[in-house]
């Protein structure tokens, strides 16, 4: 059997677990030109690590799993948090140059739900592109790691004992099976199903769509985080203007002038999912939600790139406040592992957004993503290094799909509709019976399925007939494809079930 390890995704946790890896040898797969499709290039937001003299990882484990809303993991968020420090001193080593005071001490920066000044950043708002082309430079120069760019997995090969055999990549029009002994999963996330969105237009959930087709357990599908503070000028994906805005002191206004967040705990600075359902709630009313940052001094230094985009689109933010919508950011649930990134099929792990660690819960707490995924490339790497050869079990193609890569209008209103901010079981259920049966609405499909059981809000699925959280689901819920086909069915064969729930 090959010893070779297949990555399939060419962000942050795909070269990170690459790199990791050496001097194993690796195939790594990249949907685009390494730096152009990942969502790691957007990431304006930075590192959180406990690394100032006020802050402790016993202290950042506490502010995650105070977000995660009561469904996090306290032992991955207390190993998270302490492996940070690492994780930032591994990223300067590799080259990546982070910001520092004159004296030469890190910057520290401080947002939404983080109790301390943590977050790390490089470029001021450009810390995502900063890290990847830090990695990218890594990975070119390492010898162990072969690139494919503009390469597509679309299925993931089972030998007859059920283990992961390899995968089936197709590059412009030849399709090949490359053998491997571990496939990881770093293809990100689904924001590119919804509407409105901050992810690139090609995250709709590929490696979660082989990981359940393939019969892999699935995590907390329905905890899908909005951003508060996507910029609405026009642009499909939707630019974001960082919640680190909101740490220095921008404020959300509405078109009449108001703020209206000040009756809230924390105001401009609570966690996302109550951020976003306040501005949800104004736009409800028929009203426009601004952000506005000019109090914010030297903010075009501070905030380049949302300057340079803000001025692309014709304001100032200097001198105008910015319109702003929720819109569909982070999928905290995703392929099942554990501590050390496996899932339930052998020979098949996950990193970064595709995976559900146990870490975010119900509701991400900022600038933990980029942390996740660096910690999980460690774990996964090390997992994978002591992997004892194996027999092969003859590989078997599975009846998987061709993977859908192109936006579907239908589907994208059917998620904004009755699985964005707010949703109801009238609206899940309209939702289920849509996507039941459609090969290209399978991700969507196992979040509806989440979503209809989770009877209560938490994090980020709110339920307006079900408003409150109930002790009862305070837990993590996992569910299968075909689990998810069966509701479908049941549905369909008792309609009414909609309005008794």
């Not at 995250?203 to 082989?210: D, T």
């Not at 709630?281 to 905030?303: K, M, P, S, W």
Request: hydrophobic share 45%; glycine share 12%; net charge neutral.
């Amino acid at each position: 059997m090959t010893d070779r390890t297949v990555i399939i995704g060419g962000g942050i946790a795909g070269l990170a677990t690459a790199i990791r890896l050496a001097p194993l040898p690796v195939t790594l797969l990249a949907g685009a030109p390494l730096s152009t499709g990942a969502a790691t290039v957007w990431a304006q937001g930075g590192v959180a690590a406990a690394i100032g003299g006020d802050d402790q990882p016993a202290f950042h484990a506490r502010d995650t799993l105070d977000a995660g809303a009561g469904i996090g993991d306290r032992l991955i968020a207390q190993s998270v948090a302490a492996e940070a420090p690492g994780a930032i001193a591994w990223l300067e080593r590799l080259g990546t140059a982070f910001d520092r005071d004159a004296a030469g001490r890190l910057v520290l920066g401080l947002e939404a739900a983080h109790c301390r000044r943590r977050i790390v950043h490089a470029g001021g708002d450009g810390t995502g592109r900063a890290i990847l082309a830090a990695l990218i430079t890594a990975a070119r120069a390492t010898s162990s790691i072969t690139l494919f760019e503009d390469a597509r997995a679309q299925s993931l090969i089972r030998d007859r004992n059920g283990n992961i055999a390899g995968i089936m990549m197709r590059q412009g029009g030849t399709v090949d099976y490359v053998a491997a002994r571990a496939v990881v999963l770093a293809t990100g996330g689904i924001g590119g199903l919804y509407v409105h969105t901050t992810n690139p237009l090609g995250a709709i959930g590929s490696g979660l769509k082989m990981a359940a087709c393939a019969g892999a357990v699935m995590r907390d599908m329905e905890f899908v985080q909005f951003h508060p503070t996507a910029v609405d000028l026009g642009r499909d994906p939707m630019p974001l203007a960082t919640e680190a805005m909101r740490g220095e002191g921008a404020e959300l206004i509405n078109d009449r002038g108001a703020r209206f967040m000040t009756d809230i705990p924390g105001a401009e600075l609570a966690p996302r999912d109550v951020v976003a359902r306040a501005i949800w709630r104004e736009l409800a009313l028929g009203r426009r939600v601004y952000l506005d940052a000019r109090a914010i001094a030297n903010f075009a230094t501070r905030f380049p790139s949302v300057t340079a985009l803000c001025r692309a689109l014709g304001l100032d933010p200097a001198t105008a406040p910015i319109p702003v919508r929720p819109a569909a950011h982070y999928h905290m649930g995703g392929v099942k592992v554990d501590r050390r990134g496996r899932s339930s099929i052998a020979g098949l792990w996950a990193c970064g957004e595709v995976a559900a660690t146990g870490l975010h819960g119900a509701n991400r707490l900022a600038s933990n993503s980029l942390l996740e995924a660096l910690v999980f490339a460690k774990w996964i790497a090390l997992d994978i290094g002591q992997l004892a050869a194996g027999k092969p079990g003859g590989p078997v193609m599975l009846p998987n799909p061709v993977i859908e890569r192109s936006q579907n209008p239908a589907i994208r209103a059917q998620m904004e509709q009755n699985l964005g901010v707010a949703r109801d079981a009238r609206g899940i259920a309209e939702a289920i019976a849509t996507f039941a049966g459609d090969e290209a609405a399978t991700v969507g499909l196992l979040i509806a399925a989440s979503a209809w059981h989770r009877r209560e809000s938490r994090g980020g699925h709110f339920r307006s007939d079900y408003p409150t959280a109930k002790p009862e689901f305070a837990s993590s819920r996992d569910v299968t494809l075909d689990q998810a086909r069966a509701l479908a069915t049941e549905l369909g064969a008792d309609a009414p079930m909609a309005r008794r729930q």
